[in-house]
């Protein structure tokens, strides 16, 4: 029996979670955690909102499957690394912020990270077992959001309710707006390089419309592999919750005679400036990404408000990162204040921004 604390129950990847963990009868919810939502009898142990790590004190959790959205993640993230507990991760900006206090506690911790992005779930899945100087490069793949095809100019005015309409995920508005904007393939990008130790200049993005193939890896001799499935997210949920088993679920498998369309192209990083920027801050490194991520967090939840045109997400990322030194930090507590002072910036220049 594993035990497992979800944190982040009531949301997309929440849901989808007990939805697994109900099916197999090796998987226990041991304790379960909301931001706001009351949750009381979802679990023997339950929290709503606060220091997460403290219900996982209490828990002392097999799993930890963290699906907070956001940097609200990262102390749970941490925790979990740091004493060796598996952990599935969900919660890409915990690892796009503090990517390198991440690895050195889960170097230190000696457990397993297993992601839960559909993307990283595929990747982990392809390079298990292959040795490092095998691996040419890793390719992510994006679906392009509700714009896909929409050139600069024809972003402008565009609302929420356009950009939630994602066409083949079901997702949070947090990452449905990131996915519109590929700020998402930005932030999992970076995911990538933290979580596979490959550097940026080996791992491309490219735009694949019907979200097929997750993700290919290019081998030194020619050969690539890719991994296909539907897009649903309970395939990597359930592949990381129940690693290395891979166990049964009721989802329907590929059905190739009723024809699939694998198509593929590069990703139009003019009218999508987000992917760019992600790639420039992993690239700076340090703080970079966490000034980014909180950039992004900030100009989201605007643009979720209907005050920043979609277009000024990028501004105020851009501007954030180019006001900010984005020192190298030792500890969560120097990371937090970082984290701060860049939603401080942001929120300036937003207002800036606003309608
Ligand atoms: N949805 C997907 O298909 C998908 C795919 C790949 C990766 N991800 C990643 O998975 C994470 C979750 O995404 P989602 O789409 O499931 O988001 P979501 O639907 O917005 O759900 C977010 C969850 O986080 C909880 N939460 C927010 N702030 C919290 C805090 N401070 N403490 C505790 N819980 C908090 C929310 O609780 P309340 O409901 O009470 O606010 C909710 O349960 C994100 O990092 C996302 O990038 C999602």
């Given at each position: 029996?594993?035990?497992?604390?979800?944190?982040?129950?009531?949301?997309?990847?929440?849901?989808?979670?007990?939805?697994?963990?109900?099916?197999?009868?090796?998987l226990?919810?041991?304790?379960?955690?909301?931001?706001?939502?009351?949750?009381?009898?979802l679990?023997?142990l339950?929290?709503v909102?606060?220091?997460?790590?403290?219900?996982?004190?209490?828990?002392?959790?097999?799993?930890?499957?963290?699906?907070?959205?956001?940097?609200?993640?990262?102390?749970?993230?941490?925790?979990?690394?740091?004493?060796?507990?598996?952990?599935?991760?969900?919660?890409?900006?915990?690892?796009?912020?503090?990517?390198?206090?991440?690895?050195?506690?889960?170097?230190?911790?000696?457990?397993?990270?297993?992601?839960?992005?559909?993307?990283?779930?595929?990747?982990?899945?392809?390079?298990?077992?292959?040795?490092?100087?095998?691996?040419?490069?890793?390719?992510?793949?994006?679906?392009?959001?509700?714009?896909?095809?929409?050139?600069?100019?024809?972003?402008?005015d565009?609302?929420?309710?356009?950009?939630?309409?994602?066409?083949?995920?079901?997702m949070?508005p947090?990452?449905?707006?990131?996915?519109?904007?590929?700020?998402?393939?930005?932030?999992?990008?970076?995911?990538?390089?933290?979580?596979?130790?490959?550097?940026?200049?080996?791992?491309?993005?490219?735009?694949?419309?019907?979200?097929v193939?997750?993700?290919?890896?290019?081998?030194?001799?020619?050969?690539?592999?890719?991994?296909?499935?539907?897009?649903?997210?309970?395939?990597?949920?359930?592949?990381?919750?129940?690693?290395?088993?891979?166990a049964?679920?009721?989802?329907?498998?590929?059905d190739?005679?009723?024809?699939?369309?694998?198509?593929f192209?590069?990703?139009?990083?003019?009218?999508?400036?987000?992917?760019?920027?992600?790639?420039?801050?992993?690239?700076?490194?340090?703080t970079?990404?966490?000034?980014?991520?909180?950039?992004?967090?900030?100009?989201?939840?605007?643009?979720?408000?209907?005050?920043?045109?979609?277009?000024?997400?990028?501004?105020?990322?851009e501007?954030?990162?180019?006001?900010?030194?984005?020192?190298?930090?030792?500890?969560?507590?120097?990371?937090?204040?970082?984290?701060?002072?860049?939603?401080?910036?942001?929120?300036?220049?937003?207002?800036?921004?606003?309608?």
């Amino acid at each position: 029996m594993k035990r497992i604390a979800l944190l982040g129950a009531t949301g997309s990847i929440g849901r989808q979670a007990l939805e697994i963990i109900e099916e197999h009868p090796g998987l226990e919810l041991v304790a379960a955690a909301s931001g706001t939502q009351e949750i009381d009898g979802l679990a023997p142990l339950t929290q709503v909102g606060g220091d997460l790590t403290d219900l996982l004190e209490r828990a002392e959790p097999d799993v930890v499957l963290n699906a907070v959205v956001g940097f609200a993640g990262l102390p749970a993230t941490l925790w979990a690394l740091e004493r060796g507990v598996d952990l599935a991760l969900a919660n890409k900006e915990s690892l796009v912020s503090g990517g390198d206090l991440a690895v050195a506690a889960w170097k230190r911790g000696g457990g397993r990270l297993l992601p839960v992005d559909s993307e990283h779930s595929a990747a982990f899945q392809l390079l298990e077992g292959a040795e490092p100087e095998t691996v040419d490069s890793l390719v992510l793949t994006a679906s392009g959001g509700p714009f896909r095809g929409r050139g600069l100019g024809e972003l402008a005015d565009v609302t929420s309710s356009e950009a939630l309409a994602h066409p083949t995920w079901s997702m949070g508005p947090k990452i449905t707006v990131d996915s519109a904007t590929l700020m998402n393939k930005g932030l999992e990008l970076i995911e990538a390089h933290y979580l596979f130790e490959l550097p940026y200049d080996r791992i491309e993005v490219v735009v694949h419309p019907t979200s097929v193939v997750h993700a290919l890896v290019r081998f030194r001799d020619g050969a690539s592999l890719a991994h296909l499935g539907y897009p649903d997210m309970r395939v990597p949920i359930s592949y990381a919750l129940t690693y290395p088993e891979r166990a049964a679920t009721s989802i329907e498998p590929l059905d190739l005679a009723a024809g699939l369309i694998l198509e593929f192209r590069a990703p139009d990083l003019d009218a999508f400036p987000c992917l760019a920027l992600a790639r420039a801050a992993g690239e700076a490194g340090d703080t970079a990404p966490c000034v980014l991520n909180a950039a992004n967090e900030v100009a989201v939840a605007a643009f979720l408000d209907g005050e920043l045109p979609f277009l000024s997400i990028a501004g105020v990322v851009e501007q954030t990162l180019a006001q900010i030194d984005c020192p190298p930090v030792t500890d969560l507590a120097e990371l937090t204040a970082i984290d701060a002072q860049a939603r401080r910036v942001a929120s300036a220049r937003t207002r800036e921004l606003v309608h």
